[in-house]
């Protein structure tokens, strides 16, 4: 026996060829409401112009600074637990902290008042440094054993503190929502970070997801080297290692286990040009 008998006769229209598909009013309705939503994502997109004063940029950012923040608290212990959880070592995670805390005290990244925290991740084998938005920034142990020195370090995690300071991941956010539409407006338009109860959403969840797999885009790595160059300089390390950290990846590269840094930021031999242009041009860097 047929199943298709079964089916109510408009339910089988819709299941019919295309052609037998009524075009009436319904299907208009529907294509009207689909330009409203489409119209509506891209004028949200484009009335959320924000000027940043760090880098003196204007960019497309619909969260607040305060959302940011939360939104990269409550991811961090889930990105610690997928690079093995913190470092257990207080002297590295010493280090690390030091380093990251001189950056922000003694540079242009001060003026963005980020919560900055920095962490050692205990994973050995993955060599990679991130940075969630707001402020968490994160290096693994298995970068961390590859660096020479307290200036590559600096670099390291200068180039992090740029993408908080660029608001490079709310950018990306900004982004998404006008690719989905307004899935993520209407959650982000409820979140509140000072109400516990609209932070548990399953959206919030899909958002915190969404950050941790983030990859920017060549431009934001390109910007985040530019102001990573800056803001150790201005705190007094010595840029040109920067170079090196890049020639250190590259050499990584060519093992048996390239470092996910490099799947996560673009080609570094590309990017030594770039960074020697930042040194020569320091002047040009956010005060
Ligand atoms: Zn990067």
Redesign the pocket.
């Known amino acids: 026996m047929s199943y298709y008998r079964n089916i109510p006769y408009n339910m089988r229209t819709r299941l019919g060829p295309r052609s037998a598909r009524p075009a009436g009013r319904s299907g208009c309705i529907r294509y009207v409401l689909a330009f409203a939503v489409a119209a509506i994502a891209i004028i949200s997109y484009l009335g959320s112009k924000t000027f940043n004063p760090v880098t003196g940029e204007e960019q497309y950012i619909n969260i607040s600074r305060e959302q940011e923040i939360a939104l990269g608290v409550q991811a961090a212990p889930e990105m610690a637990a997928q690079y093995g959880g913190l470092e257990p070592d207080p002297q590295i995670q010493g280090i690390v902290n030091q380093i990251g805390d001189n950056i922000v005290g003694n540079s242009a990244a001060r003026q963005s008042e980020y919560p900055f925290q920095f962490y050692a991740l205990a994973d050995n084998q993955t060599v990679n440094a991130f940075a969630l938005p707001g402020g968490q920034v994160f290096i693994t142990d298995a970068l961390l054993g590859l660096l020479e020195n307290q200036d590559q370090l600096a670099g390291v995690l200068g180039?992090?503190i740029g993408?908080v300071i660029a608001r490079h991941a709310a950018e990306q956010i900004a982004k998404q929502q006008l690719t989905e539409g307004l899935t993520g407006a209407v959650v982000l338009a409820t979140y509140d970070p000072n109400d516990p109860s609209t932070q548990r959403t399953a959206q919030v969840a899909m958002l915190i997801g969404q950050l941790i797999n983030l990859k920017?885009g060549r431009e934001?790595?390109l910007e985040?080297d530019h102001l990573g160059v800056c803001l150790m300089a201005q705190a007094g390390y010595d840029p040109n290692q920067m170079i090196n950290v890049m020639q250190i990846l590259d050499a990584a590269s060519q093992g048996m286990r390239p470092p996910e840094f490099l799947s996560?930021?673009p080609d570094p031999g590309n990017r030594v040009g770039e960074i020697q242009n930042s040194i020569q041009n320091l002047e040009s860097c956010p005060q």
């Open positions: 180039h992090e993408h920017y934001d790595e985040a996560t930021h």
